[in-house]
C-alpha cells in the first residue's frame, strides 16, 4: 500500500525558507519520479516541481531559481527546499506519485506572511 507523508511545513515571513519531506513506502520509490504540487485556497492544484527516475528536474515558472527538488533513494524520500518565499507560495503542498493512478499525500501547510 502506498503511503506518503509529507512534513515541514509551517509559518514563515516573506524571504524565508522552509524544506519539507515527503516519506515514501509501499512501491519501489527509486524507479519513480516524484511531484510536488500545491493548492492555495480557491486556487486549482498546481504542479511546483517534479524529479524523474535519473535526477532530472523541473519547476514552475513561479518558483523556478527558488525552489529546488531532491530525492534520497535510500531514505525514500523526496524534499522541496523553498527559498526566498512569498506570500503568494501560501498553499497546501502535497507529494505526489503516477503509478497505476495517482497517489497523494495528506498534504503540509505552509504559510508565508508577516
Known amino acids: 500500500q502506498v503511503q506518503l507523508v509529507e512534513s515541514g511545513g509551517g509559518l514563515v515571513q516573506p524571504g524565508g525558507s522552509l524544506r519539507l519531506s515527503c516519506a515514501a513506502s509501499g512501491f519501489t520509490f527509486s524507479i519513480y519520479a516524484m511531484h510536488w504540487y500545491r493548492q492555495a485556497p480557491g486556487k486549482q492544484r498546481e504542479l511546483v516541481a517534479f524529479i524523474t527516475t535519473t535526477g532530472r528536474t523541473n519547476y514552475a515558472d513561479s518558483v523556478k531559481g527558488r525552489f529546488t527538488i531532491s530525492r534520497d533513494n535510500a531514505k525514500n524520500t523526496v524534499y522541496l527546499q523553498m527559498n526566498s518565499l512569498k506570500p503568494e507560495d501560501t498553499a497546501i503542498y502535497y507529494c505526489?506519485?503516477?503509478?497505476?493512478?495517482?497517489?497523494w499525500g495528506q498534504g503540509t501547510q505552509v504559510t508565508v506572511s508577516s
Open positions: 505526489n506519485v503516477q503509478r497505476t493512478v495517482p497517489y
